[in-house]
Antibody
Framework: QVHLQQWGAGLLKPSETLSLTCAVY????????WTWIRQPPGKGLEWIGE???????NYNPSLKSRVSISVDTSNNQFSLKLSSVTAADTAMYYC???????????WGQGTLVTVSS | QSALTQPASVSGSPGQSITISCTGT?????????VSWYQQYPGTAPKVVIY???NRPSGVSYRFSGSKSGNTASLTISGLQAEDEADYYC??????????FGGGTKLTVL
């Protein structure tokens, strides 16, 4: 059974760096790509980016200058960093297994990140 | 990249069929067979109901089906049930090796 557990700071000040980690339990970590998606309160889903087990990444062009996704295969974890956050980055952040356009079947529980001074 | 275009809301009565459209361009929906649909209840993570345009994951009701014509993908739910009331999002691969979502559609079962 596959389980994704995510954690990270939920309250940030403008200009700080958002940092979230997602640990994967069960299944084969190396056989999949790993994805981050966010959802502002009351709004739709936004794809942030993805990484495969070898570290190759793809990012949303609108976030590319601020985002970094990394993978730690020894611990079956992957992480998201988003720098210089503003109120517009306030959202529920989800980690997920697979590539979003091919259907992510397993998701983390979500982390609400609020950016406020 | 601009979001794929979905109707903001659709509604139907129990037992009826509804279709949600997802319109993009030849650089995303029209160019690849990589369209997925997600169902999301309030306060929960999305759940994939269709992947690769028309494939249904194990455990998803046969009442959910997907298709694509040109730059528009569609999700059809037949035999509408109260439990189908949720938000639905499409997603597609793009020429930039990225993924784009639709704006979402709120389905109301009357």
């Amino acid at each position: 059974q596959v389980h994704l557990q995510q954690w990270g700071a939920g309250l940030l000040k403008p200009s700080e760096t958002l940092s979230l980690t997602c640990a994967v339990y069960g299944g084969s970590f190396r056989d999949y790509s790993w994805t981050w998606i966010r959802q502002p309160p009351g709004k739709g889903l936004e794809w942030i980016g993805e990484i495969n087990h070898s570290g190759a990444t793809n990012y949303n062009p609108s976030l590319k200058s601020r985002v970094s996704i990394s993978v730690d295969t020894s611990n079956n974890q992957f992480s998201l960093k988003l720098s210089s956050v503003t109120a517009a980055d306030t959202a529920m952040y989800y980690c997920a297994r697979g590539r979003a356009m091919r259907g992510c079947a397993h998701w983390g529980q979500g982390t609400l990140v609020t950016v406020s001074s | 990249q601009s979001a794929l275009t979905q109707p903001a809301s659709v509604s139907g009565s129990p037992g009826q069929s509804i279709t949600i459209s997802c319109t993009g361009t030849s650089s995303d929906v029209g160019g690849y067979e990589y369209v997925s649909w997600y169902q999301q209840y309030p306060g929960t993570a999305p759940k994939v109901v269709i992947y690769d345009v028309s494939n249904r994951p194990s455990g998803v009701s046969y009442r959910f089906s997907g298709s694509k014509s040109g730059n528009t993908a569609s999700l059809t739910i037949s035999g509408l049930q109260a439990e189908d009331e949720a938000d639905y999002y499409c997603s597609s691969y793009t020429t930039n090796s990225t993924t784009i979502f639709g704006g979402g559609t709120k389905l109301t079962v009357l």
